[in-house]
């Protein structure tokens, strides 16, 4: 049998970065299945993969590349959002050996492994042209993670996430399923273009199989990213996790989701984009209004910050809604909220042992007993709620600016009466830290690199802040 005529070896060429963390996971399991490593090695390894499938991207370039016969189309906005996958991966990597060992679970092999699949995952997800590889990309991410959010398997809570997500997730998978094969049956191809072209040319068997395809697929979108309805496996998941894995949850497969839903709307969709533009409207505004209202009354940090990110997908949802036109500012936006969000876990789960540091109340006083950790969740958090000169600030000015020049002026309106309820949450849990007097000492418990890797991620928060320029020159030159 002839493989070239399914794949050549520029299609190989192009997956190198999904090959490497391939192997890279394989050797990491069977370093573990034969007992031949600790624990710290095998992160290392993990590490190195990344660091390898970097360079590997990197050689690649920002060239527009179609592979395997159009299932894949890569480009600088595949690119783009590939080094942000592996920039967080590694960041989860770095976090997890000190605080699951705190935590009395050993890294097993499984661990790295699963993180390294679900980068891949992530990656097939936004360099997908076809919806069958979007499955494919989105079945990979979501197995990984089920197992993630389960990873401590004597705590109840985690064992509880990890159920809680695995059938809710089942059920988004079923309307995506469901939607893919009623848009195959209506347009006749799984293919972006080939779909883009069938719409164009009004060769499409039924309009009402489509708007149910488009529908469902947007509903397994929509419960990946957390937008309401979708939303309520979001809290429980968040604070149930293992601390690193929420910080890897609500960061890179929400940026697999969005990016996935813009290119597909982009590609495959344009032509009957404007008709979903009033819902995309409504989730945009019930998502950001729900989170921030649900925020308000939390006790728990981890649950305040899991619908916090349900508000930050209203925000994003905006720039679905404008599409072409918002793609670098969603891409800026989408890199500084995984910065700050990286930033503020990685200080949970420094300060977290066994139930405590994980309420508001066991924050009191911390700024007493270790300022510089509570400098640097003032800063995360007051990014997160939009402050200059932070990048948070920057991230949703430029994001609220290109909408608003679309002639969505109401619901910029609502996003900015949204920005001010969410700073008295924000505000709240430093209000705790600076204002109140301390009940529980916290004893946070972390190595240099972690410590470093906190430095530098508050380094890129005031960075991004004060001279974006440089980054968003990166960002706005990236096309769909």
Known sequence: MDLSQYFTSADLAGIAPEIILTVTALFVLTLEMAKLSRPGIMLLVA??????????????????????????????????LDFLYLAVGLVTLILSQGYLEKKGSEIRGEYPALILFAVIGMMLMTQANDLVIVFLGLELLSLSLYVLVGFLRHNLYSNESGLKYLLLGAFATGFFLFGAALTYGA?????????????????????????????LLLIGFAFKVALVPFHMWSPDVYQGAPTTVTAFLCTAPKAAGFGALLKLFATA??????????????????????????????????????????????????????????????????AVYSV??????????????????????????????????????????????GFPPTAGFAAKYGLFSVVMTK?????????????????????????????LKEEKVLRPESGIFVIGLIVLLAAAVLLFGIAPGFFLEITTTVKL
Do not use: C
Not at 57 to 77: H, K, P
Not at 193 to 208: E, F, K, R, Y
Not at 352 to 377: C, I, N
């Open 269 to 334: 969709f344009p032509e009957v984009h404007g008709e979903w533009q009033a819902l995309l409207w409504i989730l945009a505004a019930l998502t950001m209004t729900v989170g921030n209202i649900s925020a308000l009354v939390q006790t728990n940090v981890k649950r305040m910050l899991a619908f916090s990110s349900i508000a930050h997908a209203g925000y994003l949802a905006m720039g679905v809604l404008v599409l072409d036109s918002s793609v670098g500012a969603v891409l800026f936006y989408l």
């Open 47 to 80: 590490a190195i993969g990344i660091v390898l499938a970097g360079g590997a991207l990197a050689q690649a370039g920002n060239d527009e590349r179609i592979l395997f016969g159009g299932m894949l189309r890569l480009n600088s906005f595949t690119t783009f």
């Open 187 to 215: 347009t006749g191809t799984t293919n972006f273009n080939g779909i883009a072209a069938a719409i164009a040319s009004g060769a499409i068997l039924s309009d009402v199989f489509l708007s149910l395809g488009i529908g």
């Open 407 to 435: 002639g969505y002026i109401w619901l910029v309106i609502i996003a900015v009466l949204n920005t001010l309820v969410s700073v008295y949450y924000y505000l709240r849990l430093v209000v705790n830290m600076y204002m």
């Open 340 to 385: 700050m969000n990286l930033g503020a876990f990685a200080i949970i789960a420094v300060a977290e042992k066994e139930e405590q540091g994980v309420t508001f109340e066991d924050y009191r006083g911390f700024a007493s007993r270790h300022p510089w950790l509570s400098a640097g969740m003032a800063l995360f958090l007051i990014s997160l709620a």
